[in-house]
């Protein structure tokens, strides 16, 4: 088991960037494939991307593909998610997740942080 929690949320223009963060406490960081997903109220989470146990393969969603970047630092046990040229869809909470599986099921990532809130106005 891995213990999750991001942070780098907040309110950004239309346009702007932000860059969340999730630190990873417990078992080997390494040895988790690691995912961001977001959600907005009623609606179910989504997976946005997916970085693997080295950090040599990504997923990215079609949604955030060419604005956000995935990437992770095993020796701060951290994982980022760079988000460029946000817009008020991208608006939700986000969440970081580890999987022991290279996957882009939810139902593989069994560890989660508590979210963060991005907030992107027009």
């Known amino acids: 088991q891995v213990q999750l929690v991001e942070s780098g949320g907040g309110l950004v223009q239309a346009g702007g960037s932000l860059r969340l963060s999730c630190a990873a406490s417990?078992?080997?960081?390494?040895?988790?494939?690691m995912g961001w997903f977001r959600q907005t109220p009623g609606k179910e989470r989504v997976i946005l991307a997916t970085v693997s146990w080295s950090g040599t393969r990504t997923f990215y969603a079609d949604s955030v593909k060419g604005r956000f970047t995935i990437s992770r630092d095993n020796s701060n046990n951290t994982v980022y998610l760079q988000m460029n040229s946000l817009k008020p869809e991208d608006t939700a909470v986000y969440y970081c997740?580890?999987?022991?599986?290279?996957?882009?099921?939810?139902?593989?990532?069994?560890?989660w942080g508590q979210g963060t809130q991005v907030t992107v106005s027009s």
């Open positions: 417990g078992r080997a960081f390494g040895s988790y494939v």
């Open positions: 997740a580890a999987s022991k599986v290279l996957t882009t099921q939810i139902d593989d990532y069994k560890d």
